[in-house]
């Protein structure tokens, strides 16, 4: 078998913000998430990334785990003194956020060029 995922998150830097994208549009293996997780992480701890929108286009389906791994993304990003914005989120999994009050957590926005603007 091969090593597994590595390409869940596409990278694009617009105007010195890091825009991720995900690949996947479930994330709920254990795999995916810890590999989702070490990906936002690393994305921070080692590549110094401080301003990062998560683009959530073409996720249909996040677990309650992934949805952990956000938290403490947040949690770094602020160690950092960056910022953390969500957008395009699925209106399926906007409720969750919702129902999780993680809206009230995550600046989360309908549009990227929106959340762009805001940095």
Do not use: W
Request: glycine share 6%.
């Amino acid at each position: 078998m091969s090593q597994g995922p590595r390409r869940l998150l596409r990278l694009e830097n617009v105007e010195g913000v890091t825009v991720v994208s995900f690949v996947d549009t479930k994330i709920v293996t254990e795999e995916q998430i810890v590999e989702v997780g070490d990906q936002l992480y690393s994305l921070v701890e080692d590549e110094g990334h401080k301003n990062i929108l998560l683009n959530f286009g073409n996720v249909q389906y996040l677990s309650s785990a992934a949805l952990g791994k956000l938290i403490n993304m947040k949690k770094k990003v602020a160690a950092v003194k960056g910022k953390l914005k969500l957008c395009c989120i699925h209106p399926d999994l906007l409720e969750v956020f919702r129902i999780t009050r993680l809206d009230q957590v995550f600046e989360i926005y309908a549009e990227e060029q929106a959340a762009l603007d805001k940095f």
